[in-house]
């Protein structure tokens, strides 16, 4: 249903945008968000927001280094990541969701119904 992309090798400070694609043009998010796992560990939230522009939220690891947006008309949805760490390097995943969820609720990866296949970041000099 999603189509990740963007991923790629950037060096410490740099920058990448990734982009979330649903595959049905007409299909209509309530939630969307991003998500990032490394080997070994959970999945972790990155960041997410109602898809009708209500409220945007950040993990605290990234907050005021990556922005996530959205294109309505072309029902996308794109993570700007700008200052990489090398911590940053993992596997990034788009998911959604139909419900709008509060904003407590959008870090718990169970509560979304669509993935996309995840896209690889690799921060390293």
């Known amino acids: 249903q999603l189509q990740a992309s963007g991923g790629g090798l950037v060096q410490p400070g740099g920058s990448l945008k990734l982009s979330c694609a649903a595959a049905e043009r007409t299909f209509t998010f309530g939630t969307m968000g991003w998500f990032r796992q490394t080997p070994g560990k959970e999945r972790e939230f990155v960041a997410a927001f109602r898809w009708d522009g209500s409220s945007t939220n950040y993990a605290d690891s990234v907050k005021n280094r990556f922005t996530i947006s959205r294109d309505r008309a072309k029902n996308m949805a794109f993570l700007q990541m700008n200052s990489l760490k090398p911590e940053d390097t993992a596997v990034y995943y788009c998911?959604?969701?139909?419900?709008?969820?509060?904003?407590?609720?959008?870090?718990?990866?169970?509560?979304?119904?669509?993935w996309g296949q995840g896209t690889q970041v690799t921060v390293s000099s």
């Open positions: 998911a959604a969701t139909t419900s709008r969820l509060i904003t407590s609720s959008r870090s718990n990866s169970r509560l979304y119904d669509y």
